[in-house]
């Protein structure tokens, strides 16, 4: 869901609060300028509620949100640091407690990666980032460039944090693994179509250095998805996050059954040779309309010369979804043409800046070049201005009540007999497929067909969501669970960094992988996957643990040798 108004995809309970006449919406606003050591929260009527300070811990990058409770998930310009130079370029990310206690601080940057613009923290705690992937001369022909230049590629990776300044990559999509090229039949992403196959990037398209330039990413915790916003190549991306790193880099497995390949795509046609208009131009901060609020599951992102003078816009798109799939006619371009609505802004941003949608219909609009905020009634009226004082990448509104109360546990899901049951909350609802179940608001659902189940509980104070993992069903087979230590196989063995786990398990019982090194110091937790990355970990031999949800385990030996 959009971590833009609700952020780190926990969405913040509107129910008792509709639209009044021509209202702000009600909560603070959170901003840090570019080049700056502190953010700021404001009031609708201006003033400065809470001033957070981070000088000697390195000036504001890209984009700064908060979670509920409080805490604020920040990336850092990590300037003199970073090899890779160029626009919105971080190189590292930290989290911060609302009262400006540094909890994790984390560098990524090199000769061959780098992070650079937004992040959009998960519900299981772990956070979303970009990060540029360096490609050769070599890698660029072989791939089926035109040119064998150097090329930036991308990637998006989910860390899981580890102690104060180190984490683990617990899944990983690059650009690089979906290209196509319709030039070189001895070359690798050869097809004769390119619109024949929108489902990947044209490595040929407007190539060079900064290729496609990514500058926003949200997670929709419903559909298991996360849309991507590329400056360069104009377009907005839908990909699947059900997968594991490996179905990540093929073409089967997830949610969709469609691995790693790009699930949807919208703003620019011409990109994969389909007839039609571009729309976007250099768009920025794409993001799913969260529950809650009107619209809920359009994509919305800024669209920097989207009018004449240029003025930037706000394009709302609605999608051409099923389940987790996306139509499109074999040959022609996505739907829709154009975009569903637009909203002109009061001025221009030549790049970055950001949007929110509010469950009164306001919309909340950030030009970054310019440091102006400002809120606006669904008829277009400006209700609340804020000049930062600087050039503001983006700025995020929240309610009291989300700032002041954490998240409940992320719920999970259990089989209790041929029933699905929750894990206890306040308030319950019930999703199959991405969709919205009406009516299931217990804490017990009895399936009627098969699919990935989630369910969303409330906090006690009903001002936050969270979001289950979703869970296969099936109606038609039992559990059948581990009992011996032959009941699971783990290869290769040794590995140079992926794993597979192999089980007798239906696919629909829970279990828990546990990864620990030889002195029992657990590295890494994950559910429900069959394959794990153990590249970013150290040569030498670990335990790997299996458990499922009743309580059996099963232990392996496993030797890592990079």
């Known amino acids: 869901m959009n971590k833009r108004t609700f952020t780190f995809c926990f969405i913040l309970s509107f129910i008792t609060v509709l639209t009044i006449n021509a209202q702000q919406w009600n909560g603070l606003t959170y901003y840090g300028n570019s080049g700056s050591t502190?953010?700021?929260?404001?009031?609708?009527?201006?003033?400065?509620?809470?001033?957070?300070?981070?000088?000697?811990?390195?000036?504001?990058?890209?984009?700064?949100?908060?979670?509920?409770?409080?805490?604020?998930?920040?990336?850092?310009?990590?300037?003199?640091?970073?090899?890779?130079?160029?626009?919105?370029?971080?190189?590292?990310?930290?989290?911060?407690?609302?009262?400006?206690v540094l909890l994790w601080d984390y560098t990524y940057s090199s000769a061959s990666y780098c992070l650079h613009h937004d992040h959009c923290p998960l519900p299981n705690g772990n956070v979303l980032v970009i990060s540029y992937d360096v490609k050769t001369p070599t890698d660029a022909y072989n791939a089926g460039a035109t040119s064998s230049i150097t090329i930036w590629s991308e990637k998006v990776m989910e860390l899981k944090p580890v102690g104060t300044n180190s984490a683990i990559v617990v899944w990983q999509w690059n650009a690089?693994?979906?290209?196509?090229?319709?030039?070189y039949p001895t070359?690798?992403?050869?097809?004769?179509?390119?619109?024949?196959?929108?489902?990947?990037?044209?490595?040929?398209?407007?190539?060079?250095?900064?290729?496609?330039?990514?500058?926003?990413?949200?997670?929709?915790?419903?559909?298991?998805?996360?849309?991507?916003?590329?400056?360069?190549?104009?377009?907005?991306?839908?990909?699947?996050?059900?997968?594991?790193?490996?179905?990540?880099?093929?073409?089967?497995?997830?949610?969709a059954g469609k691995g790693g390949d790009i699930l949807y795509r919208w703003g620019n046609p011409p990109a994969y040779q389909a007839t039609g208009t571009k729309i976007l131009d250099?768009?920025?901060?794409?993001?799913?309309?969260?529950?809650?609020?009107?619209?809920?599951?359009?994509?919305v992102g800024l669209n920097n010369k989207g009018s004449t003078g240029p003025k930037t816009t706000v394009d709302h798109v609605t999608v051409p979804r099923s389940n987790y799939n996306y139509t499109i006619t074999t040959g022609s371009a996505f739907t829709p043409a154009t975009f569903t609505s637009r909203h002109i802004s009061s001025g221009y941003t030549s790049n970055m800046g950001c949007s929110d949608q509010f469950p009164n219909g306001n919309q909340m609009v950030c030009l970054a070049t310019s440091g102006t905020i400002y809120e606006i009634d669904p008829a277009g009226n400006v209700l609340w201005t804020k000049s930062t004082g600087g050039s503001c990448p983006q700025s995020h509104r929240y309610t009291t009540c989300f700032i002041n109360n954490p998240a409940p546990a992320q719920p999970t899901i259990s089989l209790s007999g041929s029933d699905l049951l929750a894990?206890?909350?306040?308030?319950?609802?019930?999703?199959?497929?991405?969709?919205?179940?009406?009516g299931e608001t217990s804490q017990l659902h009895t399936p009627n067909q098969n699919g990935i189940y989630v369910v969303r509980v409330t906090d006690s104070n009903g001002c936050v969501y969270a979001y289950s993992a979703g869970y296969n069903y099936s109606l038609l087979t039992g559990i059948k669970g581990l009992t011996s230590q032959n009941d699971i196989n783990i290869y290769p063995n040794p590995t140079s960094g992926?794993?597979?786990?192999?089980?007798?398990?239906?696919?629909?019982?829970?279990?828990?992988?546990?990864?620990?090194?030889?002195?029992?110091?657990?590295?890494?937790?994950?559910?429900?996957?069959?394959?794990?990355?153990?590249?970013?970990?150290?040569?030498?031999?670990?335990?790997?643990?299996?458990?499922?949800?009743?309580?059996?385990?099963?232990?392996?030996?496993i030797s890592l040798a990079k």
């Open 423 to 438: 894990t206890t909350g306040v308030t319950y609802q019930w999703y199959v497929n991405g969709n919205l179940i009406p």
């Open 282 to 299: 250099v768009t920025h901060d794409s993001h799913w309309i969260p529950e809650g609020v009107p619209n809920a599951g359009y994509l």
């Open 176 to 183: 690089w693994d979906h290209l196509v090229q319709n030039l």
């Open 187 to 255: 070359r690798g992403n050869y097809q004769t179509s390119i619109v024949n196959n929108p489902q990947r990037i044209n490595i040929n398209y407007q190539t060079q250095k900064d290729w496609m330039h990514m500058n926003g990413i949200d997670y929709n915790p419903m559909l298991d998805q996360i849309v991507v916003s590329s400056h360069n190549l104009n377009e907005w991306y839908v990909i699947d996050h059900s997968t594991t790193t490996a179905e990540a880099a093929g073409t089967t497995g997830g949610n």
């Open 38 to 100: 502190n953010g700021y929260l404001v009031d609708t009527n201006g003033t400065t509620v809470k001033t957070f300070t981070f000088a000697g811990f390195g000036s504001n990058g890209y984009s700064t949100h908060m979670m509920p409770g409080g805490d604020v998930w920040r990336s850092v310009s990590n300037s003199g640091s970073n090899i890779l130079t160029g626009g919105g370029m971080t190189g590292r990310i930290q989290r911060w407690s609302y009262n400006n």
């Open 498 to 557: 992926l794993v597979s786990i192999a089980t007798n398990l239906i696919n629909h019982e829970n279990f828990t992988v546990n990864v620990f090194d030889s002195f029992g110091k657990l590295l890494l937790s994950v559910e429900n996957t069959n394959t794990l990355d153990l590249s970013e970990l150290s040569n030498g031999v670990y335990f790997i643990s299996v458990i499922t949800e009743r309580g059996i385990s099963v232990n392996k030996k």
